[in-house]
C-alpha cells in the first residue's frame, strides 16, 4: 500500500517568510495531489491541488510542485501570515479514492 | 448549502455500547467518506460509498458499518466500543465523475470517547 511521509513535522517562521512542506510517496500510480489545511477544532480544508500531468500549480501566495520521478510534492507558501498557522496534510492518491493521509505538518507563523 | 453536516458534535460512550455517527451532505455528491482522526496524526480511511447502495471498505475499517440508503445521508455504526475508537471522526463527500478524484469537502467532526 501507500506510504506517505509529510517533513518535517513541525516549521516555525517569521511572518512574511516562506515555509515549505515536502510529502514523498511511494505508490508510483499516485495521480492525484492534495493539501489540506486543518485549522483547530475543524475538519481539514483543500487548499491547492495538483494532477500528474502537471509539474507546478500556483494560487497567489501558495504553490505546489510535483517531482514524479523522486515520487513527491512540495506546498510552498510565500510571504506568511498569522492565519495560515494551521496543520497541513498531503493526500496523494493512486485513483482508488482511498485516500493515504501524511502524518501532518504543524505550521506556526509568528508575528 | 449547509455542506456537509455531522452530528453530534461529542458524545461519551461506555465500552460496549453503540451508536450510529450522522453524516449528510447538501451539494449532490456521489462520493462519501468516513475518516478517523487520532490526536497529532493523519487521518485513517474507514469506509467509503461511491453512491447510493454502494459502500467499501478503507484503510482502518473493523469495528464499523456503514450503509448508504441515499445520495445525501452516509451514518457510521459502532456496534460494540472499544477504548480503541476514542477518536475524531470525519465526514467527508466529493463530486466525482470519469473516475478522476475532486475535491473533498470536509464536515466539522464527531468528538469520541470511550470509557
Known amino acids: 500500500g501507500e506510504n506517505v511521509e509529510q517533513h518535517p513535522s513541525t516549521l516555525s517562521v517569521q511572518e512574511g517568510d516562506s515555509a515549505v512542506i515536502k510529502c514523498t510517496y511511494s505508490d508510483s500510480a499516485s495521480n492525484y495531489f492534495p493539501w489540506y489545511k486543518q485549522e483547530l477544532g475543524k475538519g481539514p480544508q483543500l487548499i491547492i491541488d495538483?494532477?500528474?500531468?502537471?509539474g507546478e500549480k500556483k494560487d497567489q501566495r501558495i504553490a505546489v510542485t510535483l517531482n514524479k520521478t523522486a515520487k513527491h510534492f512540495s506546498l510552498h507558501i510565500t510571504e506568511t501570515q498569522p492565519e495560515d498557522s494551521a496543520v497541513y496534510f498531503c493526500?496523494?492518491?493512486?485513483?482508488?479514492?482511498?485516500?493515504?493521509f501524511g502524518t501532518g505538518t504543524r505550521l506556526k507563523v509568528l508575528a | 448549502n449547509a455542506g456537509v453536516t455531522q452530528t453530534p458534535k461529542f458524545r461519551i460512550l461506555k465500552i460496549g455500547q453503540s451508536m450510529t455517527l450522522q453524516c449528510t451532505q447538501d451539494m449532490n455528491h456521489n462520493y462519501m467518506y468516513w475518516y478517523r482522526q487520532d490526536p497529532g496524526m493523519g487521518l485513517k480511511l474507514i469506509y467509503y460509498s461511491v453512491g447510493a447502495g454502494i459502500t467499501d471498505k478503507g484503510e482502518v475499517p473493523n469495528g464499523y458499518n456503514v450503509s448508504r440508503s441515499t445520495t445525501e445521508d452516509f451514518p457510521l455504526r459502532l456496534e460494540l466500543a472499544a477504548p480503541s475508537q476514542t477518536s475524531v471522526y470525519f465526514c467527508?463527500?466529493?463530486?466525482?465523475?470519469?473516475?478522476?478524484?475532486?475535491?473533498?469537502?470536509f464536515g466539522p467532526g464527531t468528538r469520541l470517547l470511550v470509557l
Open positions: 493526500a496523494p492518491t493512486p485513483g482508488t479514492y482511498k485516500y493515504i
Open positions: 495538483i494532477r500528474s500531468n502537471v
Open positions: 467527508a463527500s466529493s463530486y466525482s465523475r470519469h473516475n478522476r478524484e475532486e475535491t473533498q469537502y
